[in-house]
């Protein structure tokens, strides 16, 4: 009975910033590496970010400097705080267990646009 849940997706303006949440439950929240993912119409989901058990970071390329990625684990939440936001960001975000488990969310629409 994992459930996740995104919200926090929206329209927002380029240059704007938007703040992402996924809210676990039935896992051990702690132990897990969480990750987000997106995919755009048309595309492949693509990993955002990972933030690891014990903090460690990491991101694609395209949205270093601009997103972050952070957990609490005394709320079995993990966020990605988009800064700097891009037309080519517009996609939905998902949120994933682990790297092998096949838990998601049902993801959160994220657009982009003036």
């Known amino acids: 009975q994992v459930q996740l849940v995104e919200s926090g997706g929206g329209l927002v303006q380029p240059g704007g910033s938007l703040r992402l949440s996924c809210a676990a439950s039935g896992i051990i929240f702690s132990i897990y590496v969480m990750g987000w993912y997106r995919q755009a119409p048309g595309k492949e989901r693509e990993l955002v970010a990972e933030?690891?058990?014990?903090?460690?970071?990491v991101y694609i390329d395209s949205v270093k400097g601009r997103f972050t990625i952070s957990r609490d684990n005394a709320k079995n939440t993990v966020y990605l705080q988009m800064n700097s936001l891009k037309s080519e960001d517009t996609a939905v975000y998902y949120c994933?267990?682990?790297?092998?488990?096949?838990?998601w969310g049902k993801g959160t629409l994220v657009t982009v646009s003036s």
């Open positions: 933030i690891t058990n014990d903090g460690r970071t």
């Open positions: 994933k267990v682990g790297r092998t488990l096949d838990y």
